[in-house]
Nanobody, 123 residues
Framework: VQLQACGGGLAQAGGSLRLSCAASGRTSSNYAVGWFRQAPGKELYLVAGIGWSGRNTYYTDSVKGRFTVSRDNAKNMVYLQMNNLKPEDTAVYLC?????????????????WGPGTLVTVSS
């Protein structure tokens, strides 16, 4: 599966952005998607993940209640709605996929990655 993320940009603290991840290629097989982020000088980690059906989701503690991950399998799209943004959300965001019904928090469990999109939140 090939992935392409978009929707990043500049937002003010308290504002919102929606990231989109478009999948192409072998999209008929079940795959989980993770949204990762990496800030300068910091490690890459999973922010939110979603299983194939959309019923299973994961959020890291710092974004719970602010971010919502969703997917539309008919359109091969996965979204990350980010509300009440904070300056510490500033990072490059990447979507990644694995052919599994399970979400993993480990980047090395995702073989397929799209190019990142930069999110900058000003205070």
């Amino acid at each position: 599966v090939q992935l392409q993320a978009c929707g990043g940009g500049l937002a003010q603290a308290g504002g919102s952005l929606r990231l989109s991840c478009a999948a192409s290629g072998r999209t008929s097989s079940n795959y989980a998607v993770g949204w990762f982020r990496q800030a300068p000088g910091k490690e890459l980690y999973l922010v939110a993940g979603i299983g194939w059906s959309g019923r299973n989701t994961y959020y890291t503690d710092s974004v719970k209640g602010r971010f919502t991950v969703s997917r539309d399998n008919a359109k091969n799209m996965v979204y990350l709605q980010m509300n009440n943004l904070k300056p510490e959300d500033t990072a490059v965001y990447l979507c990644a996929a694995r052919y599994s019904v399970l979400i993993s928090t480990q980047p090395n469990q995702y073989p397929y990655w799209g190019p990142g999109t930069l999110v900058t939140v000003s205070s």
